[in-house]
C-alpha cells in the first residue's frame, strides 16, 4: 500500500522538472551576462519623432556568445546591429531607411560570482556604419559598461550602464559624450511568463542645457516562453511606454515587440 503515495511523489517531481527548468531558463534571460546563446530579434517604434512628428522604427539584430576563457571567467560577447527607418527633418525631406550603427559590448564576468551578486565589466565599441548621416552619429566612439545584478526569489534586480566618447570620424558632427542607464526590473509570474520594466535611460553630457539633456522613459513588458516540439526556444516580449523626460524632437510613446531565439553551447 505504500507504493502508492511513493510513485504519486516521484510523478510530481518528474511533472516538477520542466518548470523548473522553464524558470531557470527564463532567469538567464533577465541576466545580460548568462552562459547562454541568444539572439534576439528587437522592433521598437517610437511616436512622435523629430519636427515633423512622425514615427521612427528600429530593428535591432542582437546576437550574444558567451565564450569561457578561463576557469573562473568568462566574455559574454554581445553585438547589436540596428536597421533604423527614420522620419523626415523637413516637409520637403524623404524618410530615410538604412544601417545604423554598429555597436559591441564586451563582459568580463566571474564563472562563481561571491555573494550572489551577478556582474561584469568591459568595453564598448561604436563603429560609424550607419549609410546615411540621419542613421547615426557620424563618429567611432568607445568606453566602460558595467553591469549588476541580483536575482532573489522570482525577482531580477540590477542596472546595466554604458559611457562612450567619440574618438574619430566627421570632424563637423557633434561629439559623443552619451551615458546610458538600462534598469533591469522583472518579475516571473510563473515558469513561462514575466513583467518586467522597459526603458533605456540616456544622458547627452555634449548638451549644455539640463532640460535638453536627459531622455527618461517609463515602460513596462511581458513575456512569455514558447518551446517548440522541434527547434529552439523562443522568448517573445511586448511592451510599450512613454518618455517622461526627453529633449525636444524626441519621441513620445514608444511600443516594442521582440524574439529572442535560444540555443545550445
Not at 520542466?18 to 538567464?28: I, N
Request: with cysteine.
Amino acid at each position: 500500500m505504500k507504493i502508492l503515495p511513493i510513485a504519486a511523489c516521484a510523478l510530481a517531481c518528474v511533472a516538477a522538472l520542466p518548470a523548473r527548468a522553464d524558470e531557470e531558463l527564463q532567469k538567464k534571460l533577465a541576466n545580460p551576462v548568462a552562459d547562454m546563446i541568444s539572439v534576439p530579434i528587437q522592433l521598437t517604434s517610437t511616436l512622435k519623432t523629430g519636427p515633423q512628428e512622425r514615427p521612427q522604427h528600429v530593428v535591432n539584430f542582437q546576437p550574444v556568445y558567451p565564450v569561457r576563457i578561463s576557469e573562473n571567467w568568462r566574455l559574454i560577447n554581445r553585438v547589436i546591429v540596428p536597421v533604423v527607418s527614420s522620419p523626415a527633418l523637413t516637409p520637403t525631406q524623404d524618410r530615410v531607411n538604412g544601417l545604423g550603427d554598429i555597436t559591441y559590448e564586451g563582459f568580463f564576468s566571474p564563472v562563481k560570482p561571491a555573494g550572489g551578486a551577478i556582474w561584469g565589466v568591459g568595453p564598448m565599441l561604436q563603429m560609424r556604419t550607419a549609410t546615411d548621416e540621419r542613421l547615426g552619429s557620424g563618429k567611432w566612439a568607445a568606453g566602460p559598461s558595467a553591469l549588476v545584478l541580483a536575482q532573489p526569489g522570482k525577482w531580477s534586480v540590477g542596472a546595466l550602464v554604458t559611457q562612450l566618447w567619440s574618438f574619430a570620424g566627421d570632424e563637423s558632427r557633434a561629439k559623443v559624450n552619451q551615458m546610458q542607464i538600462q534598469p533591469i526590473v522583472s518579475y516571473r509570474l510563473s515558469p513561462v511568463h514575466t513583467v518586467g520594466y522597459l526603458g533605456t535611460i540616456t544622458a547627452n553630457w555634449e548638451e549644455s542645457r539640463s532640460s535638453q539633456r536627459w531622455t527618461v522613459p517609463v515602460g513596462m513588458t511581458y513575456s512569455t516562453l514558447v518551446k517548440p516540439a522541434k527547434g529552439a526556444p523562443i522568448n517573445f516580449v511586448v511592451g510599450a511606454g512613454y518618455n517622461v523626460v526627453r529633449p525636444d524632437n524626441a519621441g513620445t510613446w514608444f511600443v516594442r515587440a521582440q524574439a529572442t531565439f535560444i540555443f545550445d553551447k
